[in-house]
């Protein structure tokens, strides 16, 4: 996984390709991702925003912002970016389980619940059953159940999510407890998993 050092390389190669193309927005959210998994979470938006105000045609694709969003605590704004990112992909669970987690933070877990926009068709069996938890139709252990079956993927979403559910929940210690086996455990190239990174570094669990 991605090091201190190498997401600050990462940072200076997007910094140089935005110095020298500075109206492709995609050089910004590239940087805003590296930004994001360094904890810079304000900053992270402001390069978001930058690339939204050159391409406006990306505002539903701009995802990693609602994920920003929640970590700055502008929960009603992160749930606005994954509503309207469900309108161009209407069957991904995790975009619909961060808009009930950015709705609860604002107007509690049973809100969340009644809102819980339906999702039917992911492909993969550990999300489907993350959606049922959060639905109030399974447990945790359904989850991490599910996830066992899908190799180290699978059991790094599975603690993930159900750390996340827990959150939710006010639950610290068992929230605390999944997303530290998610990081340290079933380590992945993958955003998520420098997402699970991020949340432990600001909830002062490391």
């Known amino acids: 996984m991605a090091n201190q050092n190498s997401l600050e390389y990462e940072l200076n190669h997007w910094n140089q390709v935005i110095h020298s193309h500075p109206h492709d927005p995609q050089g910004y959210v590239r940087r805003g991702m590296v930004k994001f998994k ?29 994920l920003s969003y929640y970590y700055a605590e502008r929960f009603e704004e992160g749930a606005q970016q994954f509503e309207l990112d469900l309108t161009v992909n209407p069957q991904d669970v995790e975009e619909t389980v961060w ?48 996830g066992q079956k899908e190799g180290r993927r699978g059991r790094f979403y599975s603690h993930l999510y159900v750390g996340l559910y827990y959150e939710a929940q006010e639950e610290v210690e068992r929230s605390r407890k999944h997303i530290i086996k998610a990081v340290h455990e079933y380590p ?17 669990w490391i």
């Open 99 to 146: 808009r009930y987690l950015c709705i609860t933070q604002f107007k509690g877990v049973s809100e969340a619940q009644n809102s819980l926009l339906v999702v039917r068709n992911d492909p993969r069996l550990v999300m489907r059953c993350v959606y049922e938890l959060f639905a109030g139709n399974c447990t945790t252990d359904d989850a991490i159940a599910a």
């Open 188 to 204: 992945l190239d993958d955003y998520m998993w420098h997402l699970a990174s991020v949340h432990q570094r600001l909830r002062g």
């Open 38 to 66: 360094l904890a810079q979470i304000d900053e992270s938006i402001t390069d978001f925003d930058r690339a939204e105000s050159i391409a406006p045609h990306l505002s539903p694709y701009l995802w990693q912002r609602g």
